[in-house]
């Protein structure tokens, strides 16, 4: 697992050793990279909350499916798939894309907690113990502020995510929501507190843009939902036309 993170991590070391050659300030480049790798997965966590949006509409068929084929799991798997297939759902389709953004995600982790394990820019030795803002050494934990928006911000993301497709999903995930909603902030808060301010920064920035990356998304999707919406309606209109001609005739 280190090898594989270290894959990852290296080469985003390299670009973050990249950007502080540009712009001469480690928080700031931090951000940068944290806005070029939220970026990259765009595309992917743009997939995610298609999928999100398309079972959340689905919750009141598969609740249906699960009253009805309670005691019998065999026709239950059966059904919720041929409702699956029938909506164009693939259940592996919401769990690509965390899979494919997790190992990025990790090694940027794993390098903003240890820089210099996978940097050799002898000028970064120096740059990651700089100050930014009113962190005196971002290799050095903050006690309070990043650590507090790392954690609220942790908590509007989780918001966001849940918020729409699991609302009726049964008590099990709903336990489960709870604790991502709730209990996983808290604890980035106080892991938060001993980590590096850099990776607080790195988790704070990436979260206050994936939360405006999670509204823009939804909001396009309602777009594209009412747009199919009026595109269903136009033709129906016109197949009642055409049978309405036809009996004219």
Same mark, same amino acid.
């Given at each position: 697992m280190?090898?594989?993170?270290?894959?990852?991590?290296?080469?985003?070391?390299?670009?973050?050793?990249?950007?502080?050659?540009?712009?001469?300030?480690?928080?700031l480049?931090?951000?940068i990279?944290?806005?070029i790798v939220?970026?990259i997965?765009?595309?992917?966590h743009?997939k995610?909350?298609?999928y999100t949006?398309?079972?959340s509409?689905?919750?009141?068929q598969?609740?249906?499916?699960?009253?009805?084929?309670?005691?019998d799991?065999?026709?239950?798997?059966?059904?919720?798939m041929?409702?699956?297939?029938?909506?164009?759902?693939?259940?592996?389709?919401g769990?690509l894309?965390?899979?494919?953004?997790m190992?990025?995600?990790m090694?940027?982790?794993?390098?903003?907690?240890?820089p210099?394990s %996978?940097?050799t820019?002898t000028?970064?030795?120096?740059?990651?113990?700089?100050? %930014?803002?009113?962190?005196?050494?971002?290799?050095q934990?903050?006690?309070?502020?990043l650590?507090?928006?790392?954690?609220?911000?942790t908590y %509007?993301?989780?918001?966001a995510?849940?918020?729409g497709?699991?609302g009726?999903?049964?008590?099990?995930?709903?336990?489960?929501?709870?604790?991502?909603?709730? %209990?996983?902030?808290?604890?980035?808060?106080?892991?938060g507190r001993s980590?590096?301010?850099?990776?607080?920064?790195?988790w704070?920035?990436?979260?206050i843009?994936?939360?405006?990356?999670?509204?823009?998304?939804?909001?396009?999707?309602?777009?594209?939902?009412?747009?199919?919406?009026?595109?269903?309606?136009?033709?129906?209109k016109r197949?009642?036309?055409r049978?309405?001609?036809?009996?004219?005739?």
């Amino acid at each position: 697992m280190n090898f594989i993170i270290g894959l990852f991590a290296k080469p985003i070391g390299s670009l973050l050793a990249w950007i502080y050659g540009v712009v001469n300030n480690y928080g700031l480049s931090i951000i940068i990279l944290t806005l070029i790798v939220r970026l990259i997965l765009l595309p992917l966590h743009a997939k995610q909350i298609r999928y999100t949006s398309k079972i959340s509409e689905l919750q009141p068929q598969l609740k249906e499916i699960q009253e009805r084929y309670a005691a019998d799991r065999e026709m239950l798997g059966q059904k919720t798939m041929e409702l699956y297939q029938r909506e164009g759902v693939s259940p592996s389709s919401g769990c690509l894309p965390l899979l494919i953004q997790m190992p990025i995600i990790m090694g940027l982790f794993a390098l903003l907690r240890t820089p210099l394990s %996978f940097m050799t820019s002898t000028q970064m030795i120096a740059a990651i113990h700089e100050s %930014f803002l009113w962190v005196k050494d971002l290799c050095q934990p903050d006690s309070w502020i990043l650590p507090f928006i790392a954690g609220l911000s942790t908590y %509007f993301t989780g918001a966001a995510g849940v918020s729409g497709a699991t609302g009726s999903a049964g008590t099990a995930n709903g336990a489960m929501n709870a604790v991502t909603k709730y %209990f996983f902030p808290i604890f980035i808060f106080l892991i938060g507190r001993s980590f590096p301010a850099g990776l607080a920064l790195y988790w704070a920035v990436g979260n206050i843009f994936m939360i405006f990356q999670t509204m823009f998304l939804n909001r396009l999707r309602e777009k594209e939902k009412i747009r199919d919406e009026i595109i269903e309606e136009e033709k129906e209109k016109r197949r009642k036309a055409r049978e309405e001609a036809k009996r004219k005739s």
